[in-house]
Every structure is written in structure tokens, then in C-alpha cells.
């Protein structure tokens, strides 16, 4: 079963809200979380590295201010996409590094779909 | 030059054929290799992992990993239409902590009833 869990899996907003993707650790603790956004047929593009109890680090070319990331406990992140436009429309994945018994790899969260009317 | 280069493919074979999926890179650094299969419009799964160079199997998946060439393979065995997916494979550093995982561009594969 899912060891990353992504909620909503699937929401539409309207232009100029801000709408919140949550991704849980199930069955593990993440100090670390990623998030990522894919267009249709493309690859996975990292967008920010979520660090529990600190702040997240952005690639080159992601909006920090857009795109709020919180990383509040061991198993909870959250991407908080500010004043959505039509084209922050996208497929946004979340994954976690496991540890322990899951062993040291990463996980994928069920991503969630995000269209911008 | 990429750190991670896989073929895009797409890559279409008949049902029950074996599939060689694979991936070069450059850093000699990374250490820890997995093979992901995400299905459209699906988050993805992890299928294999490893560590050490020679091979891991699990099913009909075979993960084989040539650190001295920088060279990794998923091989599909008795291949089903279920297996009709993009491949994915990525790689990290062991450097104790998560640092950031490397993707490939990922392979298509079609696989024909």
C-alpha cells in the first residue's frame, strides 16, 4: 500500500486563490520531502526540497513566494501555490526519504492534479 | 553532459518479450540506485532499489547496477501489457543525509498484447 500519501488528488481553483497540496509519511518519519511538477509527457522537474523545521530550499527558477513550502512535522509537508494562474496548471508530486525499516530510498507520493479555471 | 541520461524511447515490444531498460551517468559519487514505474497521470512507484554493483531481483524485474561502467539496467522478463508504463530510473550519493535524487528522463514502454 501507499507509504506517501498526497491529498487532494485532485482540485480545481479559480484564478488569483491560493489552494494547499498536503503530503504525509505513513508508516515512516521524513526529515526530508521533495516536491516536483510535471507537465504531460515530460519529466519530473524538482521544484524544492523540504526540510522539517527549517526552510525549504527552491531550484533555479521556482518563486519561493508562489510556491509556500512547510515541512512542520516529520511527516507532513505541505505546497501552498499562491494566486494560481491558468498556467500553474500541472501535475505536482510529493516524495520522501524512508528510513529504517522502509530502507534508505524514496517514495512517491499519488501526486495531485491542479487546474486553474 | 547530463549527470543521468536514459533513452526516451518510446519502446514498444510484443507481449511475453524481455525488456532492457538502462541508464549511464556521470558522478561516480552516486551510490544508491532505484527504478521507478509511473503509470499516466500516477505518481511513481518504486520498484527496485539497490546499492551495490551486481544484481537484484525481484519477479520478473532484475535490477543490474555496473559501477565501473556507470551503467544500470531494469530488465523485464515474460513482459505484459500491464508493464506498459514510463521507467524511471534515478540515483543518489551516500553522503548522510537525503540529498537531492537524480531522475533520468524516464522510457516509455509499450508493451503489445
Known amino acids: 500500500g501507499a507509504v506517501v500519501s498526497q491529498h487532494p488528488s485532485r482540485v480545481i481553483c479559480k484564478s488569483g486563490t491560493s489552494v494547499k497540496i498536503e503530503c504525509r509519511s505513513l508508516?515512516?518519519?521524513?526529515?526530508?520531502m521533495f516536491w516536483y511538477r510535471q507537465f504531460p509527457k515530460q519529466s519530473l522537474m524538482l521544484m524544492a526540497t523540504?526540510?522539517?523545521?527549517?526552510?525549504?530550499?527552491?531550484e533555479q527558477g521556482v518563486e519561493k513566494d508562489k510556491f509556500l513550502i512547510n515541512h512542520a512535522s516529520l511527516t507532513l509537508s505541505t505546497l501552498t501555490v499562491t494566486s494560481a494562474h491558468p498556467e500553474d496548471s500541472s501535475f505536482y508530486i510529493c516524495s520522501a526519504g524512508s528510513t529504517g525499516g522502509r530502507g534508505n530510498t524514496i517514495y512517491f507520493g499519488e501526486g495531485s492534479w491542479l487546474t486553474v479555471v | 553532459q547530463k549527470e543521468v541520461e536514459q533513452d526516451p524511447g518510446p519502446l514498444s515490444v510484443p507481449e511475453g518479450a524481455i525488456v532492457s531498460l538502462n541508464c549511464t551517468y556521470s558522478n561516480s559519487a552516486f551510490q544508491y540506485f532505484m527504478w521507478y514505474r509511473q503509470y499516466s497521470r500516477k505518481g511513481p512507484e518504486l520498484l527496485m532499489y539497490?546499492?551495490?554493483?551486481g544484481n537484484k531481483e525481484d519477479g520478473r524485474f532484475t535490477a543490474q547496477v555496473d559501477k565501473s561502467s556507470k551503467y544500470i539496467s531494469l530488465f523485464i522478463r515474460d513482459s505484459q501489457p500491464s508493464d506498459s508504463a514510463t521507467y524511471l530510473c534515478a540515483m543518489r550519493q551516500n553522503s548522510g543525509g537525503y540529498q537531492k535524487v537524480t531522475f533520468g528522463t524516464g522510457t516509455k514502454l509499450q508493451v503489445i498484447p
Open positions: 523540504s526540510n522539517e523545521g527549517s526552510k525549504a530550499t527552491y
Open positions: 539497490t546499492y551495490s554493483s
Open positions: 508508516d515512516f518519519q521524513a526529515t526530508t
